[in-house]
């Protein structure tokens, strides 16, 4: 049954999530065909299908409803996370009881986790129980093509809102943090006298506390590939059971010399302190994942009426999806489970290895094979790539395996000693310095590669083949090193696909209550604005390129925060060959002044600024903007920044109608976007660069409906993400947008739809 238990909790994890018209009903006309053929197998599947879709739904409902947006409640439950970011505190909240102030609102009684802010924060610990008055929004965030999907992290970790703690009234502690043995651990740790990394090191390879490991830090591991070693996985839990049924079975050996390999309670030792082990971690996701495998694991190989390895892959599968639908969603989990298929696939019906010699050429060649697998698989998870990854890990894999792990755990033990603990510590130290200080050479010489988007679905098909090549038994060894040698030059002959010339892509990136316009042809790459920065002093630019892209030209239309927040980030870690902005304005960076008159072509396409004049004296910031016009061929794209509406008219003396796509000036506020430039330009599609449910109404309602009477074809980055636009193309290829609204095809405007204020 272990196949179709996993296959049946997978089908309810998908039936949740999709959850068609008519699956309550459908469900129980099944159930009742399976009773009435008394097929009790089949009863037992349905019950695994509607338990997983049935947690599926409960995870969706508990979302907070668009009608609490700006709505003040008072949030009471127990603080999961606590963490420090200079005056910001961002905090994991396990909700016990909502309610909002005003008793006309709607209920929020379904939310089990919150994702809170909060500025100046008082003294807080996890385990405690704080009531906070919050205001709250549903899940979201960016939607770029390539980039990390905030939004979808919020939902695999059953986060169901996010949002800010209001200062008046102040938060308010109900009960001090409850007895726990992690806490208990992590507070011991702290009071010894120990180097700050070392204490971090232990934290989080002995008791999954990975949160207290810098950003610094967690950069170096994704770069070196070694990320999986920091986390309470299978490798700890396994190593920690292994152990003590090591040890168990000696003492048994001891004990009753001629029937010790009959004894159970050694198997049940292990087990239990695997559970006790991952219960002492937090039972987060890693740990409980590997605590079902770590059992499954033993119960194999202890051969009493035991499954056989690939029942039991499927039986653990089905487990974890099942105890944890939502996992079904992180890449963790197929990581390991994609990684658990090839080793057995490695060592399944192979002779076990004899001697060190053999034991060591073993693990060798099962590290070897499981490199170019794991390459693959993280690379369609997270689109990087570690090149230092497969060397190193043969390094760092013995390295925590053999001598960090069981120190720092040995250290844990000897604590009664405080000689025998601190000097199993110090070694743990020493030894993790020099893998530190390995991790940092290996980066230095293959850095993190992040492909582009074209090239990662080839080039992971490519790494797979080559494991299966290596790991399938049976296969000639003349067809393994001949696709190899096929394989290999394929994949470092694979480039990023050049643009099409003749052809201009412009990409309204999705960058919130801000703008970000990229504009790319063959031999061309331009930026208009910068994006936001927001209080916290996180700019949204940071997530869409990785660093060291080049960019010829950079304009910022002004110096608003929500223009300009993006420079600086710009300036240090890309390469800029020139910024323009506009005259007595302040970008933190020398530029260029951009005013009207200035032009420029490259591969074909014409660049003209339309605004400012040389003379800005008298203008606001706003009206200051520069204002830049794209020509191909006879299409046109026209970037207004914020200018107000006399502005436009007198720029409009410059240029005539119909425009291919306008960037809806001020984020679509009704001080621009005026009458006279609407009906003069006639845009056949306007985009709108403006933040899910921002607090400034944007695009206004007069805008959207100025627009629509005009017959334009309405985006924005808020419902759409970012949107892509192709000039030089047919119209068919010309809009793309990140995020697809279901909608969209169904509307009265037929290929779009119609953007409504949010008021």
Same mark, same amino acid.
């Given at each position: 049954?272990?196949?179709?238990?996993?296959?049946?909790?997978?089908?309810?994890?998908?039936?949740?999530?999709?959850?068609?018209?008519?699956?309550?009903?459908?469900?129980?006309?099944?159930?009742?065909?399976?009773?009435?053929?008394?097929?009790?197998?089949?009863?037992?599947?349905?019950?695994?299908?509607?338990?997983?879709? &049935?947690?599926?739904?409960?995870?969706?409902?508990?979302?907070?409803?668009?009608?609490?947006?700006?709505?003040?409640?008072?949030?009471?439950?127990?603080?999961?996370?606590?963490?420090?970011?200079?005056?910001?505190?961002?905090?994991?909240?396990?909700?016990?009881?909502?309610?909002?102030?005003?008793?006309?609102?709607?209920?929020?009684?379904?939310?089990?986790?919150?994702?809170?802010?909060?500025?100046?924060?008082?003294?807080?610990?996890?385990?405690?129980?704080?009531?906070?008055?919050?205001?709250?929004?549903?899940?979201?965030?960016?939607?770029?093509?390539? @980039?990390?999907?905030?939004?979808?992290?919020?939902?695999?970790?059953?986060?169901?809102?996010?949002?800010?703690?209001?200062?008046?009234?102040?938060?308010?502690?109900?009960?001090?943090?409850?007895?726990?043995?992690?806490?208990?651990?992590?507070?011991?740790?702290?009071?010894?006298?120990?180097?700050?990394?070392?204490?971090?090191?232990?934290?989080?390879l002995t008791l999954g506390a990975g949160e207290r490991l810098t950003r610094d830090e967690w950069e170096l591991l994704n770069a070196s590939g070694t990320t999986h070693l920091m986390v309470i996985s299978g490798l700890h839990v396994g190593l920690v059971a292994t152990f003590v049924l090591l040890m168990a079975r000696g003492l048994a050996r001891l004990v009753a010399p001629g029937s010790w390999r009959l004894a159970v309670w050694p198997w049940w030792l292990a087990g239990m302190v695997a559970i006790g082990y991952a219960w002492l971690a937090g039972l987060q996701p890693p740990a409980m994942r590997a605590m079902i495998m770590t059992l499954i694991g033993l119960w194999v190989a202890?051969?009493?009426?035991?499954?056989?390895?690939?029942?039991?892959?499927?039986?653990?599968?089905?487990?974890?999806?099942?105890?944890?639908?939502?996992?079904?969603?992180?890449?963790?989990?197929?990581?390991?489970?994609?990684? +658990?298929?090839?080793?057995?696939?490695?060592?399944?019906?192979?002779?076990?290895?004899?001697?060190?010699?053999?034991?060591?050429?073993?693990?060798?060649?099962?590290?070897?094979?499981?490199?170019?697998?794991?390459?693959?698989?993280?690379?369609?998870? $997270?689109?990087?790539?570690?090149?230092?990854?497969?060397?190193?890990?043969?390094?760092?894999?013995?390295?925590?395996?053999?001598?960090?792990?069981?120190?720092?755990?040995?250290?844990?033990?000897?604590?009664?000693?405080?000689?025998?603990?601190?000097?199993?510590?110090?070694?743990?130290?020493?030894?993790?310095?020099?893998?530190?200080?390995?991790?940092?050479?290996?980066?230095?010489?293959?850095?993190?590669?992040?492909?582009?988007?074209?090239?990662?679905?080839?080039?992971?098909?490519?790494?797979?083949?080559?494991?299966?090549?290596?790991?399938?038994?049976?296969?000639?060894?003349?067809?393994?090193?001949?696709?190899?040698?096929?394989?290999?030059?394929?994949?470092?002959?694979?480039?990023?696909?050049?643009?099409?010339?003749?052809?201009?892509?412009?990409?309204?990136?999705?960058?919130?209550?801000?703008?970000?316009?990229?504009?790319?042809?063959?031999?061309?790459?331009?930026?208009?604005?910068?994006?936001?920065? $927001?209080?916290?002093?996180?700019?949204?630019?940071?997530?869409?390129?990785?660093?060291?892209?080049?960019?010829?030209?950079?304009?910022?239309?002004?110096?608003?925060?929500?223009?300009?927040?993006?420079?600086?980030?710009?300036?240090?870690?890309?390469?800029?060959?020139?910024?323009?902005?506009?005259?007595?304005?302040?970008?933190?960076?020398?530029?260029?002044?951009?005013?009207?008159?200035?032009?420029?072509?490259?591969?074909?396409?014409?660049?003209?600024?339309?605004?400012?004049?040389?003379?800005?004296?008298?203008?606001?910031?706003?009206?200051?903007?520069? +204002?830049?016009?794209?020509?191909?061929?006879?299409?046109?794209?026209?970037?207004?920044?914020?200018?107000?509406?006399? +502005?436009?008219?007198?720029?409009?003396?410059?240029?005539?109608?119909?425009?291919?796509?306008?960037?809806?000036?001020?984020?679509?506020?009704? @001080?621009?976007?005026?009458?006279?430039?609407?009906?003069?330009?006639?845009?056949?599609?306007?985009?709108?660069?403006?933040?899910?449910?921002?607090?400034?109404?944007?695009?206004?309602?007069?805008?959207?409906?100025? $627009?629509?009477?005009?017959?334009?074809?309405?985006?924005?980055?808020?419902?759409?993400?970012?949107?892509?636009?192709?000039?030089?193309?047919?119209?068919?290829?010309?809009?793309?947008?990140?995020?697809?609204?279901?909608?969209?095809?169904?509307?009265?405007?037929? &290929?779009?739809?119609?953007?409504?204020?949010?008021?």
């Amino acid at each position: 049954m272990a196949l179709p238990a996993a296959v049946a909790a997978m089908a309810g994890v998908g039936l949740g999530w999709w959850a068609p018209a008519g699956l309550v009903e459908l469900w129980c006309l099944a159930l009742l065909l399976l009773l009435a053929r008394s097929s009790w197998k089949g009863v037992g599947l349905a019950l695994i299908v509607a338990l997983a879709a &049935g947690q599926v739904l409960l995870a969706k409902g508990a979302e907070l409803p668009l009608g609490l947006l700006r709505v003040d409640l008072v949030v009471e439950g127990h603080l999961e996370t606590v963490e420090e970011e200079d005056r910001l505190t961002r905090l994991l909240v396990r909700v016990d009881d909502c309610r909002p102030l005003a008793a006309e609102s709607l209920p929020c009684d379904r939310l089990r986790r919150v994702r809170l802010s909060h500025y100046q924060a008082p003294d807080m610990s996890p385990g405690e129980r704080w009531a906070l008055t919050v205001r709250l929004r549903p899940p979201g965030g960016f939607a770029n093509p390539g @980039t990390f999907d905030y939004r979808a992290w919020l939902w695999r970790e059953g986060i169901q809102a996010t949002g800010y703690v209001r200062s008046d009234p102040a938060a308010e502690r109900l009960q001090p943090a409850g007895a726990s043995p992690r806490r208990q651990a992590l507070a011991h740790l702290e009071a010894q006298q120990l180097p700050p990394l070392t204490t971090r090191w232990l934290a989080a390879l002995t008791l999954g506390a990975g949160e207290r490991l810098t950003r610094d830090e967690w950069e170096l591991l994704n770069a070196s590939g070694t990320t999986h070693l920091m986390v309470i996985s299978g490798l700890h839990v396994g190593l920690v059971a292994t152990f003590v049924l090591l040890m168990a079975r000696g003492l048994a050996r001891l004990v009753a010399p001629g029937s010790w390999r009959l004894a159970v309670w050694p198997w049940w030792l292990a087990g239990m302190v695997a559970i006790g082990y991952a219960w002492l971690a937090g039972l987060q996701p890693p740990a409980m994942r590997a605590m079902i495998m770590t059992l499954i694991g033993l119960w194999v190989a202890s051969g009493r009426h035991a499954p056989g390895p690939w029942q039991a892959w499927w039986l653990a599968l089905g487990l974890v999806v099942l105890v944890d639908p939502l996992s079904a969603w992180r890449p963790g989990l197929w990581l390991s489970f994609v990684a +658990v298929a090839l080793l057995i696939l490695i060592w399944q019906g192979r002779a076990r290895p004899a001697g060190a010699r053999g034991w060591g050429w073993a693990l060798l060649r099962t590290q070897l094979l499981l490199a170019p697998l794991m390459a693959a698989a993280v690379l369609l998870a $997270f689109a990087r790539l570690a090149p230092a990854a497969p060397l190193v890990n043969l390094v760092a894999v013995p390295v925590v395996s053999s001598l960090l792990v069981p120190l720092g755990l040995l250290g844990w033990l000897l604590t009664p000693v405080p000689a025998l603990s601190q000097l199993c510590w110090w070694l743990f130290e020493r030894i993790a310095l020099a893998l530190i200080t390995l991790l940092e050479l290996a980066v230095a010489w293959l850095p993190l590669w992040w492909p582009s988007p074209a090239m990662v679905v080839p080039l992971a098909f490519m790494l797979g083949l080559i494991a299966l090549l290596w790991a399938l038994p049976g296969l000639a060894a003349t067809l393994r090193i001949g696709g190899s040698l096929l394989l290999v030059p394929a994949m470092l002959g694979l480039t990023e696909p050049s643009q099409e010339p003749g052809t201009l892509r412009i990409r309204v990136q999705d960058v919130g209550q801000g703008q970000l316009v990229e504009l790319r042809s063959a031999n061309y790459r331009m930026l208009y604005d910068a994006g936001p920065r $927001f209080a916290s002093g996180y700019a949204p630019l940071a997530a869409l390129w990785p660093p060291g892209q080049g960019f010829d030209r950079v304009m910022v239309s002004h110096d608003d925060t929500d223009h300009a927040g993006g420079v600086s980030r710009l300036a240090n870690e890309h390469r800029v060959a020139e910024f323009l902005a506009p005259p007595r304005e302040s970008i933190g960076v020398p530029f260029t002044p951009c005013v009207r008159g200035q032009h420029w072509q490259r591969d074909g396409v014409t660049y003209r600024v339309l605004w400012p004049p040389e003379g800005t004296e008298g203008l606001s910031s706003n009206d200051r903007s520069c +204002v830049l016009e794209v020509t191909l061929g006879r299409q046109r794209l026209l970037l207004t920044g914020d200018v107000g509406r006399e +502005v436009e008219r007198t720029f409009l003396r410059d240029v005539a109608g119909p425009v291919t796509a306008l960037v809806a000036g001020h984020h679509g506020s009704h @001080t621009s976007s005026g009458p006279q430039l609407v009906q003069t330009l006639a845009p056949h599609h306007v985009i709108y660069s403006a933040g899910r449910h921002n607090a400034f109404g944007h695009p206004h309602d007069d805008v959207v409906r100025r $627009f629509r009477r005009a017959g334009s074809c309405q985006w924005s980055t808020a419902l759409d993400g970012a949107v892509t636009l192709w000039l030089g193309k047919t119209e068919e290829s010309r809009f793309q947008s990140a995020r697809i609204m279901p909608w969209r095809r169904s509307g009265v405007e037929g &290929g779009c739809h119609a953007v409504e204020s949010p008021h």
